[in-house]
């Protein structure tokens, strides 16, 4: 198993610019979420999705969007990409939701480092 | 203030010595802690989780512990080696469905 992927692994933009982020999962997970990382700071949701064909917003959702068309892929969207997005991107699953337990645990993928000048 | 509190924010230690680490949480109502561990470059790995009625629990070298009463948490890692160099994440579950993570303590396991 794979586990989770994501691609790209390094991406610049420039401001305006848009791109998508992959995020793909091979454990039959129905939850999936994408985070920010930023130096210094915890990591923050963005967006996550409970099952196929379904988003929410996390924490800091402003100035991306997601879609979930299949179970195994979670897409994380830049329309206009600003130089405050600059940041590393990991995207996550889990089997369950965050109730607690083994079963909600998250495994994460490798991270997307973005570049926004 | 950030609702989970790492310390220290790094920490360097020779091979073969112990180390703990704090995580201080003011979220409520509190649902399980989470240490996961992030190599450089990586995404975080999950070391443990602890729920209420947990004290205490093991993996390994490392062992954390729980005090829902004062809401403070620590991993102690003993005997530690090279690849125990990384960041350590303190998550915490509240209210069921949300989280909060620390913003880690990067650790340095020198030879």
Redesign the interface.
């Known amino acids: 198993n794979a586990g989770?992927t994501q691609t790209p692994k390094f991406r610049v933009l420039k401001t305006g610019q848009s791109m998508t982020l992959l995020c793909a999962q091979d454990m039959n997970h129905e939850y999936m979420y994408w985070y920010r990382q930023d130096p210094?700071?915890?990591?923050?949701?963005i967006h996550y999705s409970v099952g196929e064909g379904t988003t929410a917003k996390g924490e800091v959702p402003d100035g991306y969007n997601v879609s979930r068309l299949k179970k195994q892929n979670f897409l994380l969207g830049l329309e206009s990409a600003a130089p405050s997005q600059t940041s590393v991107y990991?995207c996550?699953s889990s089997y369950s939701?965050?109730?607690?337990?083994?079963l909600d645990?998250?495994?994460?993928?490798?991270?997307t480092r973005l570049t926004v000048l | 203030k950030?609702q989970?509190e790492q310390s220290p924010q790094s920490l360097i230690i020779l091979e073969g010595k112990n180390c703990t680490l704090q995580c201080n949480y003011t979220v409520s109502p509190f649902?399980?802690l989470?240490w996961y561990k992030q190599d450089t470059?990586?995404?975080?790995?999950?070391l443990t989780?602890m729920?209420f009625s947990e004290n205490t629990k093991s993996n390994g070298r490392y062992t954390a512990t729980l005090d829902a009463d004062t809401k403070q948490s620590s991993l102690h890692i003993t005997a530690s080696q090279l690849s125990d160099s990384a960041s350590y994440?303190c998550?915490v579950?509240y209210n069921?469905?949300?989280?909060?993570?620390?913003?880690?303590t990067r650790l340095t396991v020198k030879p």
């Open positions: 989770v210094g700071m915890g990591l923050r949701l990991f996550a939701s965050l109730g607690g337990g083994d645990t998250q495994y994460f993928g490798p991270g | 950030n989970v649902s399980n989470r470059g990586r995404g975080p790995v999950s989780i729920t994440i998550v579950t069921n469905n949300d989280m909060r993570f620390g913003a880690g």
